[in-house]
Nanobody, 125 residues
Framework: QVQLVESGGGLVQAGDSLRLACAASGLTFSSYTVGWFRQAPGKEHEFVAAISWSGRSTDYADFAKGRFTVSRDNAKNTAYLQMNSLKPEDTAVYYC??????????????????WGQGTQVTVSS
């Protein structure tokens, strides 16, 4: 049974940083692309970033470029999203997702079969 568990969310002030983690089990993690999405209240899921199964390739939404960094440690079955210079508009529930088809980039929600439960990030002004 595939399980993805996010952690690291919280309440921070504008300009602060957070590092989210996505711990995976029940899958061969090193064969899966990992994506990060977010959903703000009343809005659709929004692509944030993705990292290929090897970690060699990454992709970011425009709003994330220069502020967010996606990484992974396949030995620990964990992916990370480092978020710097956070803004109030970054407030959302952040989800990680995994896709095992070994293609990249993977930016559409429907391309991912496995999802975590999400972690809340709240940025105050």
């Amino acid at each position: 049974q595939v399980q993805l568990v996010e952690s690291g969310g919280g309440l921070v002030q504008a300009g602060d940083s957070l590092r989210l983690a996505c711990a995976a089990s029940g899958l061969t993690f090193s064969s899966y692309t990992v994506g990060w999405f977010r959903q703000a209240p009343g809005k659709e899921h929004e692509f944030v970033a993705a990292i290929s199964w090897s970690g060699r390739s990454t992709d970011y939404a425009d709003f994330a470029k220069g502020r967010f960094t996606v990484s992974r440690d396949n030995a620990k079955n964990t992916a990370y999203l480092q978020m710097n210079s956070l803004k109030p508009e970054d407030t959302a529930v952040y989800y990680c997702a995994a896709d095992g088809l070994r293609h990249f980039p993977v930016t559409l929600r429907d391309e991912y079969d496995n999802w975590g439960q999400g972690t809340q990030v709240t940025v105050s002004s």
